[in-house]
Every structure is written in C-alpha cells, then in structure tokens.
Antibody
Framework: EVQLLESGGGLVQPGGSLRLSCAAS????????MSWVRQTPGKGLVWVSG????????YYADSVKGRFTISRDDSKNTLYLQINSLRAEDTALYYC?????????????WGQGTLVTVSS | QSVLTQPPSVSAAPGQKVTISCSGS????????VSWYQQLPGTAPKLLIY???KRPSGIPDRFSGSKSGTSATLGITGLQTGDEADYYC????????????FGGGTKLTVL
C-alpha cells in the first residue's frame, strides 16, 4: 500500500525557513517523480515544485523559484522541500504527491498534507 | 487566475447527472492528457480520472472523463450525497514550461 506522510510544517515568522519532509512507502521510491502541491485554506490546488525519479531534473512554479528547493534522498525514501524567505502568501497546506511515473504524469497518490503558517 | 478554467460551482439533485468543464488553451489541453481529482471536505485530493478518460481501480463507472479540442469534461451520473466535494482538473504545461497546472476547482453540491 502506497503511503505518503508529510511533516515539518509549523508556524514561522516572515523571512524564516522551514524544511518539509515526505516519507514514502509501498513503492520503489527512486523510480518515480514526486511533487509538492499547496492549498491555501478555502482555495484551490497550486503546484509548487516537482522532481524526477532519481532527482536528475527539478521544476518550480515561478512564484517560488529562488526561494524553494526540492530534493530527495532515495536511500531514505524521503522527499524534501526547503522553503526560505517565507512570506505570508506561502501560508498553506503542503501536499506531497506521487506522479504515475514521470513528472508530466498524473498524480496517483497524495499525502495528507502539512500546514505551514507564516505570521509574526 | 488559473490557466485552466472551471465553473466555481455546480449543483444537481440526487440521482441526476452533472458535468464539470475544464477549458484552457489549445497548447495546454490540446497537447497533454487531463486528469481529474476529487477532494472531499477535510481530506486530501484523490485521483478520479487520468489520461482524459480512464478510471483508476475502485472508481465507479458513474464517473467519466472526456476531452475535445481545448476543453475537458468530467461527468458524474447517479449523483449521491457522498459525491459532494471539490473537483479539480489538471495537466502538465509542456508548452509554456510552467510545470503542472490545475483548474480553480468546482464545488459540487448535491441538493
């Protein structure tokens, strides 16, 4: 059974940093692309970043380029999102999602999300 | 403003049929597969339709998808109160290089 478990969210001041983690199980992690998708409470889904299986390629939404860094540790079956220079508009529930195979493929599994709140 | 446009809300009575549209540019929808996700209140999104019209295992055939030109459509027949949720379309933007794009979401109310 595929499971994705996010962690690392919390309350942080503007300008601060956080590292989100997504522990994956139930599939051969290194073979699959992964993504982070966020959702502001009461709003829609917004893709943030993606990484290919093995980590050779990374992709970012324009709104987070230069501030967010996606990475993966295939030895630990874990996906990460380093978030720097946090802004109020980054407040959201961050979901980890597994691509069917490649970064352009649909998302067949989603985690339950980790909440990031940016406030002074 | 989303690259993919969905109606904010739709409603219908139990047992009826409803369709949810997802429109975008010919370069995005026309050149890529569309998938649909169901988000029940307070839960994570769940894959409902992939590659325009395919259903994952466990998704009832009351749910269907289609794509034509610059639009995709999600259809739900035999509506149940348990279908009340937000529905999102999504696709990979291979033309503008914007990565994945989602529609703004449609809230389905089963009256």
């Amino acid at each position: 059974e595929v499971q994705l478990l996010e962690s690392g969210g919390g309350l942080v001041q503007p300008g601060g940093s956080l590292r989100l983690s997504c522990a994956a199980s139930g599939f051969t992690f290194t073979n699959y692309a992964m993504s982070w998708v966020r959702q502001t409470p009461g709003k829609g889904l917004v893709w943030v970043s993606g990484i290919s299986g093995g980590g050779g390629a990374t992709y970012y939404a324009d709104s987070v380029k230069g501030r967010f860094t996606i990475s993966r540790d295939d030895s630990k079956n874990t996906l990460y999102l380093q978030i720097n220079s946090l802004r109020a508009e980054d407040t959201a529930l961050y979901y980890c999602a597994k691509n069917f195979r490649y970064s352009s493929d649909y998302y067949d599994y989603w985690g339950q999300g980790t909440l990031v709140t940016v406030s002074s | 403003q989303s690259v993919l446009t969905q109606p904010p809300s739709v409603s219908a009575a139990p047992g009826q049929k409803v369709t949810i549209s997802c429109s975008g540019s010919s370069s995005i929808i026309g050149n890529n597969h569309v998938s649909w996700y169901q988000q029940l209140p307070g839960t994570a999104p769940k894959l409902l339709i992939y590659e325009n019209n395919k259903r994952p295992s466990g998704i009832p055939d009351r749910f269907s998808g289609s794509k034509s030109g610059t639009s995709a459509t999600l259809g739900i027949t035999g509506l149940q109160t348990g279908d009340e949720a937000d529905y999102y379309c999504g696709t990979w933007d291979s033309i503008l290089g914007a990565g994945w794009v989602f529609g703004g979401g449609t809230k389905l109310t089963v009256l």
